[in-house]
Protein backbone atom coordinates (compact mmCIF):
# COMPACT_ATOMS: atom_id res chain seq x y z
CA UNK A 1 0.00 0.00 0.00
CA UNK A 2 1.14 3.18 -0.74
CA UNK A 3 -0.32 5.94 0.82
CA UNK A 4 -0.23 9.85 0.11
CA UNK A 5 -0.91 12.25 3.13
CA UNK A 6 -2.13 16.02 1.70
CA UNK A 7 -3.94 19.27 3.37
CA UNK A 8 -1.09 20.35 5.71
CA UNK A 9 0.20 24.04 5.78
CA UNK A 10 0.26 27.41 7.84
CA UNK A 11 -3.50 27.81 9.68
CA UNK A 12 -4.31 30.03 11.97
CA UNK A 13 -5.52 29.03 15.77
CA UNK A 14 -9.19 28.14 15.82
CA UNK A 15 -8.97 27.11 12.30
CA UNK A 16 -10.74 23.98 10.89
CA UNK A 17 -8.26 21.99 8.19
CA UNK A 18 -8.87 18.43 6.66
CA UNK A 19 -5.99 16.25 6.18
CA UNK A 20 -6.43 13.37 3.65
CA UNK A 21 -4.97 10.25 2.95
CA UNK A 22 -5.05 8.84 0.34
CA UNK A 23 -3.94 5.21 -0.68
CA UNK A 24 -3.18 3.42 -3.69
CA UNK A 25 -2.24 -0.26 -4.30
CA UNK A 26 -4.66 -1.74 -1.91
CA UNK A 27 -8.05 -0.78 -0.55
CA UNK A 28 -7.76 1.16 2.41
CA UNK A 29 -11.64 -0.39 3.46
CA UNK A 30 -9.89 -3.10 4.50
CA UNK A 31 -7.15 -2.02 6.84
CA UNK A 32 -7.13 -0.17 10.11
CA UNK A 33 -6.25 3.39 9.45
CA UNK A 34 -4.48 5.95 12.11
CA UNK A 35 -3.60 9.13 12.06
CA UNK A 36 -0.39 10.04 14.32
CA UNK A 37 1.33 13.25 14.52
CA UNK A 38 5.13 14.13 15.71
CA UNK A 39 6.08 17.85 16.86
CA UNK A 40 9.16 18.72 17.15
CA UNK A 41 11.87 17.53 19.62
CA UNK A 42 8.93 14.70 20.71
CA UNK A 43 8.40 11.11 19.81
CA UNK A 44 5.03 10.42 17.19
CA UNK A 45 2.18 10.07 19.43
CA UNK A 46 -1.39 8.69 18.55
CA UNK A 47 -3.87 10.85 17.03
CA UNK A 48 -7.02 8.64 15.88
CA UNK A 49 -7.94 5.74 14.53
CA UNK A 50 -10.81 4.05 12.28
CA UNK A 51 -11.26 0.19 12.42
CA UNK A 52 -11.71 -1.18 8.83
CA UNK A 53 -15.07 -1.77 9.77
CA UNK A 54 -15.57 1.83 9.59
CA UNK A 55 -18.31 1.65 12.89
CA UNK A 56 -15.56 2.36 15.52
CA UNK A 57 -13.09 5.15 15.93
CA UNK A 58 -10.53 6.51 18.79
CA UNK A 59 -9.15 9.31 19.20
CA UNK A 60 -6.61 10.34 21.61
CA UNK A 61 -8.17 12.78 24.62
CA UNK A 62 -5.88 15.76 23.29
CA UNK A 63 -7.85 15.67 19.98
CA UNK A 64 -11.77 14.01 21.25
CA UNK A 65 -14.37 16.60 20.89
CA UNK A 66 -12.15 18.76 17.78
CA UNK A 67 -10.97 15.73 15.68
CA UNK A 68 -12.99 13.58 13.22
CA UNK A 69 -11.70 10.66 11.62
CA UNK A 70 -13.80 9.10 8.29
CA UNK A 71 -13.51 7.48 5.54
CA UNK A 72 -14.49 7.82 1.89
CA UNK A 73 -14.22 3.99 0.24
CA UNK A 74 -15.50 5.18 -3.21
CA UNK A 75 -12.32 7.48 -2.89
CA UNK A 76 -9.99 5.09 -1.63
CA UNK A 77 -9.31 8.02 1.21
CA UNK A 78 -9.58 8.27 5.20
CA UNK A 79 -9.82 12.17 6.06
CA UNK A 80 -8.86 14.37 9.67
CA UNK A 81 -11.34 16.60 10.15
CA UNK A 82 -9.54 18.87 12.80
CA UNK A 83 -11.57 21.64 14.24
CA UNK A 84 -10.54 24.40 16.48
CA UNK A 85 -6.77 23.72 16.30
CA UNK A 86 -4.66 24.57 18.98
CA UNK A 87 -0.73 25.88 18.96
CA UNK A 88 -0.33 22.30 20.28
CA UNK A 89 -2.16 20.54 17.69
CA UNK A 90 1.49 22.00 15.04
CA UNK A 91 3.44 18.76 14.38
CA UNK A 92 3.92 16.95 11.03
CA UNK A 93 0.72 14.25 10.64
CA UNK A 94 1.54 10.80 9.28
CA UNK A 95 -1.07 8.72 8.31
CA UNK A 96 -0.63 4.52 8.59
CA UNK A 97 -2.68 1.48 7.60
CA UNK A 98 -2.29 -2.04 9.28
CA UNK A 99 -4.20 -4.92 10.96
CA UNK A 100 -4.06 -3.52 14.69
CA UNK A 101 -6.45 -5.43 17.47
CA UNK A 102 -9.04 -3.07 18.97
CA UNK A 103 -6.94 -3.36 22.22
CA UNK A 104 -3.66 -1.99 20.30
CA UNK A 105 -5.11 0.24 17.44
CA UNK A 106 -2.86 3.22 19.53
CA UNK A 107 0.05 1.57 18.88
CA UNK A 108 2.44 2.96 15.78
CA UNK A 109 4.40 -0.10 16.29
CA UNK A 110 0.63 -2.27 14.81
CA UNK A 111 1.02 -0.26 11.43
CA UNK A 112 2.85 -1.56 8.57
CA UNK A 113 2.51 0.80 6.39
CA UNK A 114 2.98 4.71 6.13
CA UNK A 115 2.44 8.01 4.72
CA UNK A 116 5.22 10.59 4.13
CA UNK A 117 3.40 12.88 6.59
CA UNK A 118 1.79 16.69 6.05
CA UNK A 119 3.14 19.41 7.95
CA UNK A 120 0.77 21.50 9.94
CA UNK A 121 1.90 24.69 11.18
CA UNK A 122 -0.89 26.38 14.01
CA UNK A 123 -0.04 30.55 13.91
CA UNK A 124 -1.95 33.45 16.04
Known amino acids: VQLQASGGGLVQAGGSPRLACTGS????????VGWFRQAPGKEREFVAA????????YYADSVKGRFTISRDNAKNTVYLLMNNLEFEDTAVYYC??????????????????WGQGTEVTVSS
Open 50 to 57: IHKSSRTT
Open 96 to 113: AVGSPILSSIRDRNMYTY
Open 25 to 32: GRTLSSYG
